[in-house]
């Protein structure tokens, strides 16, 4: 599957891309967790750090996404409010939508810090104007 691409975006205009829903990736997949897996997982990855697993962080739950942008599989922890606005554009909800929800839940988001990090990873592969 071709992942979208900035250049995607760009083509198709800020009004279209609020308009627009996505599919995601076969190769995408989140999971909200009683505990901080994505944490542990990456602790014990090369770049990992096992002295930032205290009780108190390894106790909390976590949010977390798994991509494979190719043959190697990448796991990223994110944010609540990160995790609602992927879980609503996979819901089938429009950028436009999305944004509302995040609004009426008052959660921030960075889209323009989050945007460049997500077609990075290649987690969408289409985009369809709904309107």
């Not at 991509?67 to 996979?90: D, E, G, K, M, N």
């Not at 997500?118 to 369809?128: E, H, K, V």
Request: glycine fraction near 4%; hydrophobic fraction near 40%.
């Amino acid at each position: 599957h071709n992942a979208v691409r900035l250049e995607d975006l760009v083509t198709l205009g800020d009004e279209a891309l609020l308009t627009s829903s996505v599919s995601f990736s076969p190769a995408v997949h989140m999971l909200v967790c009683q505990y901080a897996a994505g944490s542990i997982w990456l602790a014990h990855q090369d770049e990992g750090d096992l002295r930032e697993l205290t009780d108190e962080k390894i106790n909390q739950p976590e949010y977390v996404l798994i991509t494979r942008p190719q043959w190697r599989v990448l796991i990223q922890t994110l944010t609540h409010a990160q995790y609602q606005f992927l879980r609503s554009l996979q819901q089938g909800h429009s950028f436009e939508e999305t944004f509302e929800r995040m609004e009426q839940l008052e959660l921030p988001v960075d889209f323009s810090s989050d945007l460049p990090m997500w077609l990075a990873l290649g987690l969408w592969t289409s985009m369809r104007p709904t309107a």
